[in-house]
C-alpha cells in the first residue's frame, strides 16, 4: 500500500484537480483488488451486484450530500458538462419555445452556443462588458421561457453567485467547479449538473441530479442517447457507465460525508479563500481581477501589477512544491483552484510565497 501521506506537492489545478489522498489509496487498492473479489474493479461488468451497490451508494451519496427531494433522480454519464450543454436544451426546450441564459464566461458561453444550435435562446444577462469579472444582478427572466440556465462558478474567470437568481421558470444549473462546496437548496433546480473532475471525483463522469417531474415535458422526439428521462428510467445503466470515475467519485462523497457534509465542506473553503484573499488585498504587488463581492470561493484569480516580474514569482513558487496556479490561457495571470480536499496548509504555503516575494519586490 501506499503509505508517503506527506505532502509533495500543493497542487492548485483547477481541473482535474487534487482528491484526498486516503480517496487515491481506496481507488488505487480497487485497481488490484475490487472489495476482496479477486477481481479489478476495471474488469467487472456493470451489471455485477459488487458495482450495482456502488452505482446504487453514488447516486444515494448526492442525494444526502446536497439534501435532495426524495423524489430527484441522479444520473451518471459520460460526455463532460460539454455534452451536458448539448443534453440541456434537448431535454428542456419545447420545440417554437424559449430558453433563457445568463452569460458569465467561457462556460456559460459555449453553454448558450449549444443552446442556440437547438432553438430559441435569449441572454438575459452578461458581463461580458468587463471581461467576465462580476455577476450580473438584477436582471429579469422571462415568464414564458422553457427554463432558466445559469453557471454557478465561473472557474476561469474566478466569480461566483453568493446568491442564486430567483426565476419564475425552472431552473438549470452548471455547478461544475463548485458541486459540494456550500448547502443548496435542491428543489430550487430542476437539473443540477457538472463534470466530476472539479469537486467530485476523476474526469469521465457527469452528474445529473434532476427532478423527473420536470422532464418529458417537451414534446421533442429525442434519440434515446440524449434523453435524459431514459438514462434515469435506466438508472445509469443504458449503456456502459464510466463505471471508474463513477467508483472514485462515490468515494470521494464517502470522505465527505464523513468529514461532515457540504456544511463543513463550506467552512473549510471559506477558511482557505479568506486566507488566500487576504494576501492578494494586502500586498501591493498583487491584484485581485474581479468584484470583490463576487470573489469565487473555489477558483481565485489575481495578477502581478508587474507583469515583468512573472518568472520571478513563478520560479519561488515552484521550488515551494506549489503546481497548477497558472491562470487559464484566456485570463493569464494566476488561478488558485481550492477544491474540497484542498487543506488549508497549501493554502499557507503559497501566502508565504506571496509574503516572501511581496516583501522583495514591493
Ligand atoms: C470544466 C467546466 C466545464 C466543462 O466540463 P467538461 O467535463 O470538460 O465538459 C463546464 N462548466 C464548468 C463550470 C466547468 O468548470
Not at 425552472?170 to 472539479?198: E, H, T, W
Request: hydrophobic share 40%; glycine share 8%; aromatic share 10%.
Amino acid at each position: 500500500m501506499l503509505t508517503d501521506t506527506k505532502i509533495k506537492v500543493h497542487n492548485f489545478s483547477a481541473g482535474p484537480c487534487i482528491l484526498p489522498r486516503e480517496v487515491f489509496e481506496q481507488a488505487a487498492q480497487a485497481v488490484l483488488d475490487f472489495e476482496g473479489s479477486g477481481l479489478s474493479i476495471l474488469e467487472i461488468s456493470h451489471r455485477s451486484k459488487p458495482f450495482e451497490a456502488v452505482m446504487a451508494k453514488a447516486q444515494a451519496l448526492v442525494k444526502e450530500l446536497l439534501g435532495a427531494p426524495d423524489h430527484y433522480q441522479v444520473v451518471f454519464l459520460g460526455g463532460g458538462a460539454s455534452m451536458g450543454f448539448h443534453m440541456v436544451p434537448l431535454n428542456y426546450l419545447r420545440p417554437g419555445g424559449k430558453a433563457a441564459y445568463v452569460n458569465t464566461g467561457e462556460w456559460a458561453s459555449r453553454a448558450i452556443k449549444e443552446a442556440k444550435a437547438i432553438g430559441d435562446t435569449v441572454v438575459v444577462a452578461s458581463s461580458e462588458d468587463k471581461n467576465f469579472s462580476y455577476i450580473p444582478k438584477g436582471f429579469s427572466i422571462p415568464a414564458d421561457a422553457d427554463f432558466f440556465h445559469f453557471t454557478s462558478n465561473n472557474t476561469i474567470f474566478g466569480t461566483q453567485y453568493k446568491q442564486f437568481p430567483k426565476s419564475p421558470v425552472p431552473v438549470v444549473c452548471d455547478m461544475s467547479s463548485d458541486i459540494f462546496s456550500r448547502p443548496v437548496n435542491v428543489a430550487d433546480f430542476a437539473l443540477i449538473y457538472g463534470g466530476a473532475q472539479k469537486n467530485m471525483g476523476p474526469a469521465g463522469a457527469t452528474v445529473y441530479l434532476l427532478d423527473p417531474n420536470a422532464l418529458g415535458k417537451t414534446g421533442r422526439k429525442l434519440s434515446p442517447m440524449l434523453d435524459l428521462k431514459n438514462h434515469a428510467d435506466k438508472e445509469s445503466m443504458y449503456n456502459t457507465p464510466p463505471v471508474y470515475a463513477v467508483y472514485v467519485s462515490m468515494l470521494t462523497m464517502d470522505w465527505m460525508k464523513r468529514q461532515g457534509g457540504v456544511v463543513e465542506m463550506e467552512k473549510r473553503n471559506a477558511a482557505k479563500a479568506r486566507l488566500l484573499y487576504a494576501a492578494v488585498d494586502a500586498l501591493p504587488v498583487f491584484q485581485g481581477t474581479t468584484a470583490v463581492e463576487d470573489r469565487s470561493v473555489m477558483n481565485a484569480t489575481f495578477v502581478l501589477k508587474d507583469k515583468a516580474l512573472e518568472p520571478t514569482f513563478d520560479a519561488l513558487w515552484k521550488e515551494a512544491g506549489i503546481s497548477g496556479i497558472r491562470g487559464h490561457r484566456s485570463v493569464g495571470g494566476y488561478r488558485a483552484s481550492m477544491y474540497n480536499a484542498l487543506p488549508i496548509e497549501s493554502v499557507q504555503v503559497l501566502v508565504d510565497v506571496m509574503n516572501e516575494f511581496a516583501k522583495k519586490h514591493g
